[in-house]
Each structure stands twice: as structure tokens, then as C-alpha cells.
């Protein structure tokens, strides 16, 4: 009887398409999980522009660009606090956002009345005063539309990605799915556990061998339920595992970037380049020299030097093209196939 259950079991195991499954699942949970991180946005694209639009050195412009950077972080911030843990940790409060700099006790009263009228506006209401800041430049300082549309559109893109991460946060894979793939792994090992059994008949027919230890069905178990885990552990990309997209240092990064660009790249002075000090200029074909090492270093000559002379003394070269004598009217197709006749003394690509 219970031989006869051991064989059924192992006969159904083979019924259960455990590799489809999983491949599905794992396949949409790590495709989900890197599109979010593609989500994130980057404050340098946006800010360029700024600068561009706003390149004045007064006072006023100072601050704008310098309001402008805070708002696109601050409403990186507001977002990320209700998708992030890391993040929700270090700011539990909108409150505690102004000892972090971000916010001021004004601010922070204006967004307090905006939320309590509408909850869900309230990351994107820095934006919309980002968007009144560049209608008064727009008045002091008319920029150049082109200029202006761009800015606009980056400012758009920037609304779509803070969007798109709270839908993803919003709708997560079905959970019927998830349990499908938990049911269909388990219940797999389960029904493995007496199928792979070696009984005794087989074995002393010769048919089978005991093992003691199975050792395949051992790797068989760490290689499926690991690849489920792998599912599990990137359904939430920004929770709390060592794993985990790391938003805390993406924030300090990209604050520190904002205001460098608006700050002190945009006040920092231009190289002179009308000296006499370019050594590629007025070059017709400018070669890219080595540098080279202190006498006193210990870092040998990278090895790419020997074959970037090599490739100076023998340049790459389309082998595609094929040579037409002059005396020669048509081409031997045998030798030169897909080549059609052309004018003489030319040449032609060998398709």
C-alpha cells in the first residue's frame, strides 16, 4: 500500500510545472523590482536646465535656483516617506522634515492646511510652487521659450516618476499568484519527500539505489525554494533588507548634488579657453596621448598603451569592401557574391 502511494506520489510530481511557474513569477517580480529603480529620478537633467534658464548671478536668482533644488527634493522626500520604510523611519513626521532642512515652519503650515483639505496633493504641492516661481521669471527675465518648454517637460517627467512609484507601491502582484507559486512549491517537495523514496523491490531487482541520503532532491529543494525566496524578498524593493534599494543615501546624494549645481557649479568661474594651453587645437587628426607616471610610482603602464599603438600602425578596416579593376566590365560572382557591377575604379560594399 504504501509502496503503491510512494509511486503515485512521484508519477504526480512530474505533473506539476513548477519551473513554468516560478520562471513566470520570478521573471515579472525582478522585472517589476529594476523598473522601479528606473522610476527614481535624478535631479541633474532638470537642474541643468535651470541653470540655463536662470543663469543670472543677482541675489534673487541665487535663491530661486537655490528654492527650486530644495522643492524638487523635498518633494522626493514627502513621496518616498509613504513607499520607503528606511525613509519613514528618518522622517516619522512631515514635522521632522524641517530639522532635516528641507522645510520651513511656513512651509510646513501651508502644507499642514493643504493636506487637511486634500491628503493626496501633498508631495505634489512643492512642485506647484516650483511652477509659480518659473511663471515669475518667465516675467522678469524672459527666457528663451525653447528653454522654458524644456524645463516644463522635465518638470513633468519628474511629477511621472514620484506617480509612478506610488502606483507601484499601490498595486503589487496579484496575491492569488503568489500563492499559487507557494502552493504549487511546497506541495511539490511535499509529494517529492515520499515519490523519491527508493523502495524495496526496486532495489533488490537492481532496478533502483539506495542513496541514504538524497542528495539530488537536496539540490533540487535549495534550488526551487531559493528561487521563490528570490521572488518574495524583491516584491518590496524599498523595505527594510540589506538588499533593498537604498533611498536614504539616493536623498542625501541627490541634495547634494542639487545644490552643487545651482550653487556652485552655476557661480564658479569659467576656464579660460581662448589660451594657448589646448594642445589638440587646430589639429587636424588629434592623437589622445598617454599620461604618464610619477618616477617615483609603483603603478606600471597599462597594457592597453602597446595595443593602442598597434591599432595607430594598423587601423581596423571595412572588409565589406570589394575593389573593381578597370579592365573588368562585370564581377566574378563566384568570388564576390551580392556585389552588382558599378563604375570602374571604385568601390563598392559586398552585401
Known amino acids: 500500500m504504501f509502496e503503491s502511494f510512494c509511486r503515485q506520489c512521484d508519477s504526480y510530481t512530474k505533473l506539476i510545472p513548477l519551473t513554468f511557474l516560478l520562471g513566470f513569477y520570478v521573471s515579472n517580480v525582478v522585472s517589476r523590482w529594476w523598473r522601479q529603480f528606473e522610476t527614481l529620478y535624478w535631479p541633474e537633467d532638470i537642474l541643468s536646465v535651470l541653470c540655463t534658464i536662470l543663469h543670472q548671478h543677482d541675489e534673487s536668482s541665487r535663491r530661486r535656483r537655490h528654492v527650486i533644488a530644495k522643492y524638487l527634493n523635498l518633494s522626493c522626500a514627502l513621496a518616498w516617506r509613504d513607499i520607503s520604510s528606511k525613509i519613514r523611519l528618518r522622517f ?103 515519490g523519491r523514496q527508493p523502495l524495496i523491490p526496486e532495489v533488490d531487482s537492481g532496478k533502483d539505489f539506495d542513496m541514504r541520503v538524497p542528495i539530488f532532491t537536496i539540490v533540487q529543494f535549495l534550488f526551487f525554494v531559493g528561487w521563490f525566496k528570490v521572488g518574495q524578498d524583491l516584491m518590496r524593493p524599498f523595505g527594510l ?17 542639487s545644490f552643487d549645481i545651482v550653487n556652485h557649479l552655476q557661480e564658479a568661474e569659467l576656464p579660460d579657453f581662448e589660451n594657448d594651453d589646448d594642445r589638440m587645437w587646430d589639429e587636424m587628426h588629434p592623437q589622445l596621448k598617454d599620461g604618464e607616471t610619477s618616477p617615483g610610482s609603483k603603478i606600471p603602464q597599462l597594457p592597453h598603451s602597446k595595443y593602442s599603438s598597434l591599432l595607430s600602425e594598423h587601423p581596423p578596416r571595412l572588409h565589406a569592401y570589394v575593389p573593381i579593376d578597370d579592365d573588368r566590365s562585370v564581377l566574378d560572382l563566384e568570388n564576390h557574391q551580392g556585389c552588382m557591377p558599378h563604375k570602374k575604379g571604385k568601390k563598392h560594399l559586398n552585401w
Open 92 to 194: 516619522p513626521t512631515v514635522h521632522s522634515l524641517i530639522e532635516g532642512g528641507l522645510l520651513t515652519e511656513k512651509e510646513y503650515n501651508i502644507l499642514e492646511a493643504t493636506h487637511t483639505e486634500n491628503d493626496s496633493s501633498l508631495w505634489m504641492t512643492p512642485l506647484h510652487w516650483i511652477q509659480q516661481i518659473i511663471r515669475k521669471v518667465e516675467e522678469d527675465h524672459k527666457p528663451t521659450p525653447s528653454l522654458l518648454n524644456q524645463f516644463v517637460v522635465e518638470l513633468k517627467t519628474f511629477r511621472q516618476s514620484l506617480r509612478k512609484l506610488y502606483s507601484y507601491d499601490w498595486v503589487c502582484v496579484p496575491l492569488v499568484y503568489t500563492q499559487v507559486a507557494t502552493l504549487a512549491t511546497y506541495a511539490f517537495f511535499f509529494f517529492s519527500l515520499f
Open 241 to 257: 533588507d540589506d538588499d533593498d534599494i537604498e533611498l536614504n543615501y539616493i536623498l542625501d546624494r541627490n541634495v547634494r548634488v
